[in-house]
DNA sequence: GGAAAATTCAACCATTCGGTTGACTATCTT
DNA sequence: AAGATAGTCAACCGAATGGTTGAATTTTCC
């Protein structure tokens, strides 16, 4: 079963809008509205990518009035981030080089 | 540009398949036909999935004969889990917990 | 030289994806 | 009671996904 979630989370993760929304929900809960906002998306859009996540267990959801307030949820990232590790061992050797490279690209651009 | 090198990663990721055939490429160089063997797959479906990895960056190919050698190549892996280390302490508290879990379901089954 | 093996390529198929629009529901504001 | 606001739902669209089959290509083996 831990595969199929697997597959769900790194599903989630592949789009730039839903990790743009993660990295919102980082700074604290945000209504669909706001998570919609900075993307050139309508609200049904922003609605798909938000049950998506929820889909994932990358964020839950409470109601207050007439908005959605979701959260990040960080469990399935620790998974991935465990499954990733196991990796680790092919490319430590290289990790500081790609850490600087990536540095580098950032403030480039 | 980082961005979508992330989309096509963890998509790649994201099919069990391809997890699969990363797995078995972790033991060494392995040809299509040894990757497409453990799956109820056709050699062309094995095909493509290569491709995708490949196109993500995770194997690198070449050629002895009239056989692909695959190996695998673990820069993207090591992007992503740097991306995924982002947001690290939004779960370490937990990560604990979330290991034992694992380590449960694991022989459990 | 000819058959077998390891792939690739092209065409096809059903499903899913990411997006839209328009109608609907629920809640707040006035 | 009447808007306006926040969001969902259903239908649709074009493109991509994961799979197949069958023909072609390259290399090896007899």
Redesign the interface.
């Known amino acids: ?4 979630e ?2 769900i989370t ?2 989630a ?4 809008t839903r ?1 743009g929304m ?1 990295a919102s929900l ?1 700074l604290g809960e945000k209504s669909i509205g706001e998570l919609a906002q900075p993307f050139a998306i309508s609200f049904a859009g922003a609605s798909k990518h938000v049950k998506v996540l929820e889909g994932a267990g990358l964020i839950a959801r409470r109601k207050v009035g007439r908005t959605q307030l979701c959260r ?1 949820r ?2 399935p ?6 499954w ?2 196991q ?2 061992k ?2 430590t050797i ?2 500081d080089r ?2 600087a490279l ?1 540095e580098a ?2 403030s480039r651009q």
């Open positions: 079963m831990v595969e199929q697997l597959d790194f599903h993760l592949a789009d730039p990790r993660l980082a990040l960080p469990e990232l620790a998974r991935a981030d465990l990733l590790r990796w680790e092919f490319w290289r990790l790609l850490e990536i690209e950032k």
